[in-house]
């Protein structure tokens, strides 16, 4: 029986080894297995290098991915609830229909639906259900919105004034258009 390892992403450390079929790994599904295997026996995933790996409708319901490299990986319908995913990068991540209630992003914030990527930009953009992740900086909404030249500046320069200025609007109006940070601008009128 073939064996799939999920490994470290810096370390290439084996987190989790699961035997499979040979039907299994043809048709792609092996790593899904593997993950769903590694889930349930509560293992610690934290840092395993996915990028790419196809989970569609993976049940991964409780995992402990933070830090785990996802980026490009194929996770449309995957249930992704109460799943630790601090410092998971998500880029290029297929996230469509993926059930993401009470997964925890980073910094103790924890996510109710799957959150908007913009990739293709000088930063990676995550807009979450209240917060914006640009780059590493993450924030609420709000802050955003009201942070001057100065602020921005002190993130990343020049560089980071220069795309703040240039897609600032469209990202706020994008966040506000899906419903984004509604709860944090209703509780601040009250």
């Not at 092996?30 to 993950?35: C, G, K, V």
């Not at 293709?120 to 924030?139: K, N, P, R, T």
């Not at 419903?179 to 601040?188: N, S, Y």
Request: charged residues 20%; hydrophobic residues 50%; negative net charge.
């Amino acid at each position: 029986m073939p064996t799939i390892e999920i490994k470290h992403r810096d370390t290439d450390a084996v987190l989790y080894s699961h035997e499979t079929t040979a039907e299994r790994q043809a048709s792609g599904l092996a790593m899904r297995d593997a993950l769903e295997t590694a889930v349930s026996a509560r293992a610690n995933l934290a840092g395993a290098y996915l990028a790419g790996a196809y989970l569609a409708d993976a049940n991964l319901a409780g995992a402990y991915l933070a830090g785990a490299y996802l980026a490009g990986a194929y996770l449309a319908g995957a249930n992704l609830a109460g799943a630790n995913l601090a410092g998971a990068n998500l880029a290029d991540a297929n996230l469509a229909r993926a059930y993401l209630a009470g997964a925890k992003w980073r910094d103790g914030i924890t996510l109710t639906r799957a959150p908007l990527q913009l990739s293709g930009l000088h930063y990676f953009v995550h807009i979450l259900d209240a917060h914006m992740q640009i780059g590493c900086e993450l924030h609420t909404l709000a802050d955003w919105a009201a942070f001057d030249d100065a602020r921005i500046v002190q993130m990343d320069g020049k560089t980071a004034l220069k795309f703040w200025r240039a897609h600032k609007d469209a990202l706020l109006a994008l966040a506000e258009s899906d419903g984004r940070g509604v709860e944090v601008a209703q509780a601040e009128e009250a």
